[in-house]
């Protein structure tokens, strides 16, 4: 069973490096990792890669570091809920700090939502953002046709 659950929190771990540091590779985890912990030295890729596969845990501070790295919750790790359920909209203060009043009240109401609605506004804004990435790539193929 124990090596069940490690392979498990490695299987989360690996899921959320992936995912939520656009598949950054082993060195540089171990590294932000290390760092994050006040580490002098990086973690090895050999010891990442242990973490991922469940051969080896985690300590704490380490798993408390990865947490704050990929900025999910440590019940996520502990098995609980999705990806899905923790969008990256869960802004910190330095963040907010730097919007203005109708984008904080912005943010602060999307985050009083339900995770099930919050997941509906994201994915309704990221198809916008590909929309409005898509035009404006058009935009500059016809313009560099045009001058071409």
């Not at 950054?24 to 990442?48: I, Q």
């Not at 300590?59 to 990256?88: H, Y």
């Not at 916008?128 to 046709?145: D, K, T």
Request: glycine share 8%; no cysteine; aromatic share 6%.
């Amino acid at each position: 069973m124990p090596g069940e659950i490690r392979k498990a929190l490695g299987n989360r771990i690996r899921l959320a490096r992936k995912t939520r540091l656009n598949n950054l590779p082993l060195e540089g985890f171990g590294r932000k990792v290390a760092e994050l912990m006040g580490r002098g030295r990086a973690f090895s890729n050999v010891t990442v890669s242990n973490w991922e596969t469940g051969r080896q845990e985690p300590s704490w501070e380490a798993l408390v570091s990865i947490a704050r790295l990929t900025r999910l919750p440590l019940r996520f790790f502990a098995g609980s809920g999705s990806l899905d359920d923790f969008p990256i909209s869960e802004w910190d203060e330095l963040h907010l700090n730097s919007l203005g009043p109708r984008d904080r009240d912005l943010v602060a109401s999307v985050q009083r939502l339900s995770p099930e609605r919050r997941r509906l506004i994201v994915h309704q804004m990221e198809s916008l953002l590909e929309i409005l990435e898509r035009e404006s790539a058009a935009r500059l193929v016809g313009g560099v046709l045009k001058s071409g």
